[in-house]
């Protein structure tokens, strides 16, 4: 949403403030020449709030599958977890989930729930 809003206003991420995208310009919209560059457009925007494997994921417990896929996320992909990130602890990955609920220190919707399947509590 924040990259609609900044389409065409200003708006603030965190302690950054950007410039709106688009400009009026004689009744057209133009890119805003006050905007660094382009091929950055996106950047702004990709957190790990966009990596499920971080930001937790919820599943009911409805028919199983909530625990049908931790034991798959166990299976295919705990292992690899530990071995990209070897000193992470479950404190840290759930201090990594949990900083998420927030997006650059706004709220954004973000509702808590004991259905979470997260890498601290199901590789761990």
């Known amino acids: 949403m924040k990259f609609y809003e900044n389409l065409t206003r200003a708006i603030k991420i965190g302690d950054r403030k950007l410039s709106p995208l688009m400009v009026l310009k004689d009744g057209f919209w133009a890119f805003n020449e006050n905007v660094n560059s382009r091929a950055g457009l996106l950047k702004p925007f990709i957190s790990n709030h966009l990596n499920k494997a971080l930001d937790a994921s919820i599943f009911i417990s ?5 625990e049908g896929i931790r034991k798959t996320v166990k299976k295919q992909a705990c292992s690899q977890w530990q071995k990209v990130f070897p000193g992470l602890t479950r404190e840290k990955f759930a201090e990594i989930s949990d900083n998420l609920k927030r997006w650059h220190g706004e709220e ?8 979470f399947i997260t890498i601290a509590n199901t590789c761990f």
């Open 62 to 66: 409805l028919l199983g599958f909530r």
């Open 108 to 115: 954004y919707g973000f509702k808590d729930s004991i259905d």
